[in-house]
């Protein structure tokens, strides 16, 4: 039964619905960017998801050439003459903007009338590239953890064997023997394989934390004695510029120590002789990001590499109206070497390293223990200038309770953890 039969014949009668209303509203509301191509090839009509899209003001969209807008990565693509050309089409394609860098969409093309308009959609697919590319990523580092703990205790035992033989067939010989110098060459290489044994487990199998009031500066000093030596004999400065009265956070000062730790090495060993190594601590606050971020667009806007660029500013869109985070920031910034734009991709994989005596655990575990204090590791570098390291811990009341509520019922756990 219709509505106006119901009502009776006196209601009166129903127009047809106003169709250009709705498509308005509906292009007002898309999420996927819409732009309209009448005959002659030119902008007829384009939605705000479009502009968000390509980071474009809407007078630019309608003055711009098609052309232009909807360039790709690709030397030679032509996607409106493509659209031309067929009555549907569709394929992913990643856009080369000049505000909003390079998007990767799905571009679908309609060709409707006589003569022919076009209207094209373009999906983001920002968001989907980044969940997969995590995904396996995290598939493959759990695989790698799994091999890399059974490996790590395969080969403990018999290196406790040859650390014990050496040192008793060391105490056999006379100190100026120059056998006794092999056996210690021995003994030192034991202990180094340990250490790379050691991290390795402890990058599979990372302790829980055990977690209490400390501040964020407390650590950083610890560090800063902790790395003396390094520090010293590599010649560079330290400055800590730390915001005064910022709360006592529920960490594991020890293993934030050994974030903070691994980091400034990390630092020490990039910098020149006379470089700077400077700490800052903070607070800062930032939008709260979308789930499943990638690693490095951790970062707050503004902070992050350029390749990012056009990443973080779609997630920043769809983050908009879910308010703030807070967070403790400790920032580490060096004026060494820098990063190359290919080591920074793979610097948080297991094993990836550029020095000769590298183990490349120092950030996987770093990430796992930052992880497990329910907050980020980012890092952000120009080559030939430096590389700044921020670790980021939120200060949601709820988190904190919790922190602490955990503190006194993960402590059994740990005990049975290693
Ligand atoms: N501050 C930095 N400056 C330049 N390169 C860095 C810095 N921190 C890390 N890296 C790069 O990341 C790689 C991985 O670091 P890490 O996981 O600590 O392993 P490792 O220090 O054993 O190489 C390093 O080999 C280096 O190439
Ligand atoms: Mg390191």
């Known amino acids: 039964m219709s509505i106006a039969t119901a009502r009776g014949k006196t209601a009166p009668p129903h127009d047809a619905p106003p169709k250009d209303a709705l498509i308005r509203a509906l292009m007002d ?5 819409v732009l309209l191509l009448d005959p002659s090839g030119q902008v007829a009509d384009h939605n705000p998801a479009l502009e968000r899209l390509l980071a474009v003001k809407s ?11 909807l360039r790709t990565v690709v030397a030679g693509d032509d996607l409106v003459r493509e659209a031309f050309k067929a009555a549907k089409h569709e394929r992913e394609v990643v856009l080369h903007t000049p505000r909003a860098g390079d998007v990767p969409v799905r571009f679908r093309s309609y060709r409707v009338g006589k003569p022919a308009w076009v ?35 395969e080969i403990r035992n018999p290196l406790a064997g040859i650390g014990t033989s050496a040192q008793v067939l060391l105490k056999r010989f006379e100190p100026r023997d ?44 610890k560090v800063t004695g902790l790395a003396g030596e390094a ?55 930032r939008r709260r990001p979308p789930r499943g971020p990638g690693r490095r667009a951790d970062d707050a806007p503004g902070e992050r590499r350029a390749s990012d660029r056009a990443e973080g500013s ?27 734009r290919g080591v920074l991709e793979k610097m948080f994989d297991p094993f990836f390293t ?43 009341k709820r988190h904190g309770e919790r922190r602490q509520h955990d503190a006194h019922s993960e402590r059994p756990d740990a005990a049975h953890r290693r």
């Not at 509301?29 to 960017?33: I, P, S, V, W, Y």
């Not at 007078?59 to 050439?65: L, M, T």
């Not at 510029?241 to 020490?268: E, F, S």
Request: aromatic share 4%; with cysteine; proline share 4%.
């Open 29 to 33: 509301d898309a999420t996927t960017g």
């Open 59 to 69: 007078a630019d969209i309608r003055a711009a050439a098609p052309a232009a807008l």
């Open 119 to 153: 209207l094209v959609t373009l999906q983001d697919l920002t968001q989907m590239r980044r969940m997969q590319q995590e995904l396996r990523r995290h598939e493959r580092l759990a695989t790698l953890g799994q091999l890399s703990a059974g490996v790590a205790h």
């Open 178 to 221: 120059e056998r006794a110098r092999f056996v210690q060459v021995i003994l030192d290489e034991v202990a180094r394989l340990d250490r790379i044994v050691t991290s390795l487990l402890q990058y599979a199998r990372p302790r829980t934390p055990e977690l209490r009031a400390a501040t964020l500066a407390s650590c950083v000093e």
């Open 231 to 285: 520090i010293a004999t590599s010649g560079v400065k330290v400055e800590i510029d730390a915001a005064p009265r910022l709360a006592a956070l529920y960490i594991d000062p020890d293993l934030i120590t050994q974030v903070l730790l691994n980091v400034t090495l990390n630092a020490v060993q990039a910098s020149p002789k006379g470089g700077v190594l400077r700490y800052e601590i903070r607070k800062v606050r």
């Open 314 to 340: 779609a997630a920043d869109r769809r983050a908009e109206g879910n308010g703030w985070l807070e967070y403790q920031q400790v920032r580490v910034i060096d004026t060494g070497v820098g990063i190359p």
């Open 354 to 396: 550029t020095k000769a005596t590298g183990t490349g655990l120092g950030l996987s575990i770093s990430q796992t223990i930052m992880q497990e204090h329910g907050g980020t590791i980012a890092v952000d570098s120009r080559e030939g200038r430096g590389t700044t390291v921020l670790l980021n811990f939120p200060l949601e």
